[in-house]
């Protein structure tokens, strides 16, 4: 292996080992939160809510849980690895080795994506045991999954390098991402939603990225499937290269 | 091939330093045009009072800072241009214990190592040299946290010499060790200079400095305002000892032990 390809697969063996190491709390944590979101609205509720769009509740809600697992983990991840790092300077020791500024970025962002990554699997694996889940566009469903979960740990770097206290990232978290998450439509179709809301709904961007992962599993398509996917991939490269732009010029993370 | 170094760049200082200047947003110029020449293999000593430049010097020249103006070389690379190697050349032992918690003390010396390109089995021999060498062999599965003071500081050097540095810079090593710790780092970088490692230190103990060091620099206000050998600089400032130099210039010398002495024998009389 090359000097090269050591550093960045031991920048990124960092990153796996911190969320590893802790596996309790990044894995075991949003995992048990899943499974009583599958349990509490799927079997539970679901019941009672009947099909929707063709679909028993169950299976219509869990596309929308795993994409939504992958996405804030990615998120959570990567915004506090790098501002723990940051408060104790042990990220010193990364900034002053002769990695790249796209290596530090790609390794930092890989963490989080990973950690959703192993979530997501985990919960698609259990929800094919509990629930008959059909995968109807796999190609466009892995293309769309990997898409949002490097889109979010760009964002989870993004604020991870900007915050410099950890109320920064919680208020992300609590404020931004969890209301557009569930307003995007992970528990509902948004066709069901009287006006305004079901116009106001299309101006979330997180309402494309859950459409997309359902029409990858269910095959329901009520969004421009190759628009979304266009965008979707617009933006992921755009936040990368912004990331990107920071890290070269140091911002925040050199004095 | 004689007189040429590593990198091919033939007898390039250690570091070269040419009006270096860096103003942070703040405004506040920690650096107003610094020059500064470190020969290959010299054990450099860059002393000055708290706040004067000397971190913000070393954070330049480790990529941890970036330059408002002027250039940095190490062995010949331009820190900015060609700060892969560079930054290759150079160990940093910072003041800051900066450990990652997240790790263990084998761990911290591992991934260093990956982080410099190091292949698995030179990192695997290298951090059992280092582990025995600084005493770190029972600690090695232990994570950093739990580690005491004086244990971190030794591993904060140990990971600065992970990846065999030809410049080791160390930002006040000895700062709240004990006197045996202090002895035994001043033995060890004392012999890492003899192997021919050049080491650039800057602490806030003298005798250190007179003990170590074969050329020191004295900066204030981010300017390099003396330079020369202990005698030199006492010499230069007309007084017996690098600590009446340290203290005319930065206007304490009501402070000089030989003063203090004067009076303590008035008052015993």
């Known amino acids: ?255 | 091939m004689e007189g040429i170094d590593r990198n091919g760049q033939g007898n390039a200082p250690a570091l070269l330093v040419s009006d270096l200047v860096k103003r942070y947003a703040t405004g506040v110029e920690a650096l107003k045009g610094v020059s500064l020449e470190i020969p290959d293999g010299s054990f450099f000593g860059l002393l000055g009072p708290n706040g004067a430049g000397k971190s913000t010097l070393i954070h330049c020249a480790t990529g941890l800072a970036m330059p408002t103006s002027g250039r940095i070389e190490i062995f010949g690379n331009d820190a900015i241009t060609r700060y892969r190697e560079a930054r290759e050349a150079v160990g940093l032992a910072p003041q800051d214990l900066n450990l990652d918690w997240f790790l263990t003390v084998e761990e911290t010396l591992d991934f260093h190592g990956g982080y410099f390109g190091m292949p698995k089995a030179d990192r695997e021999e290298r951090v059992e040299e280092l582990l025995d060498a600084f005493s770190l062999v029972d600690k090695r599965d232990q994570r950093t946290r739990t580690l005491s003071g004086g244990m971190k500081r030794r591993l904060i050097l140990a990971r600065a010499l992970m990846h065999r540095p030809r410049l080791l810079i160390l930002d006040e090593p000895t700062a709240g060790v004990d006197v045996e710790l202090r002895l035994e780092l001043w033995h060890y970088v004392q012999e890492v200079n003899r192997l021919g490692t050049s080491i650039l230190l800057t602490t806030h103990y003298l005798e250190e400095a007179e003990q170590l060091c074969d050329q020191i620099a004295f900066i204030n206000h981010g300017e390099i305002v003396a330079q020369g050998t202990s005698p030199e600089l006492a010499g230069r400032f007309g007084v017996d000892s690098l600590e009446d130099a340290y203290l005319e210039l930065v206007g304490r010398k009501e402070l000089s032990r030989s003063h203090l002495g004067e009076l303590d024998g008035t008052e015993i009389e």
Do not use: C
């Open chain 1, 1 to 255: 292996m090359s000097p090269t390809a050591i550093r960045f697969f031991t920048l990124v063996r960092r990153e796996v080992s911190r969320f590893v190491k802790i596996k309790g709390q990044t894995i075991g944590a949003p995992l048990l939160e899943t499974f009583l979101y599958i349990t509490v609205f799927g079997a539970a509720l679901g019941t009672r809510v009947g099909d929707l769009q063709g679909y028993e509740y169950i299976v219509f809600v869990v596309p929308g849980l795993i994409m939504m697992a992958w996405a804030i983990n990615a998120f959570s991840n990567n915004s506090s690895s790098i501002l723990q790092q940051k408060f104790q300077r042990a990220i010193d020791d990364q900034l002053s080795s002769p990695s790249s500024p796209g290596q530090l970025l790609t390794a930092l962002s890989l963490g989080g994506f990973l950690r959703g990554l192993t979530i997501a699997v985990i919960t698609f694996l259990v929800a094919l045991v509990l629930v008959d889940l059909p995968v109807e566009h796999p190609a466009i469903l892995i293309l769309a999954l990997v898409l949002i979960g490097f889109f979010f740990s760009q964002l989870g770097v993004l604020v991870g390098v900007r915050a410099e206290q950890f109320d920064d990232v919680s208020f992300v978290q609590t404020f931004v991402l969890t209301p557009l998450i569930f307003l995007g439509g992970v528990f509902y179709s948004a066709t069901l939603l009287p006006q305004p809301f079901q116009t106001l709904t299309e101006f979330n961007p997180v309402y494309y990225m859950i459409s997309l992962v359902r029409y990858g599993f269910l095959g329901i398509d009520d969004i421009d499937v190759l628009l979304s996917m266009a965008v979707l991939t617009a933006v992921t490269v755009g936040l990368f290269l912004f990331n990107l732009q920071l890290f070269r010029r140091g911002y925040k993370l050199r004095s």
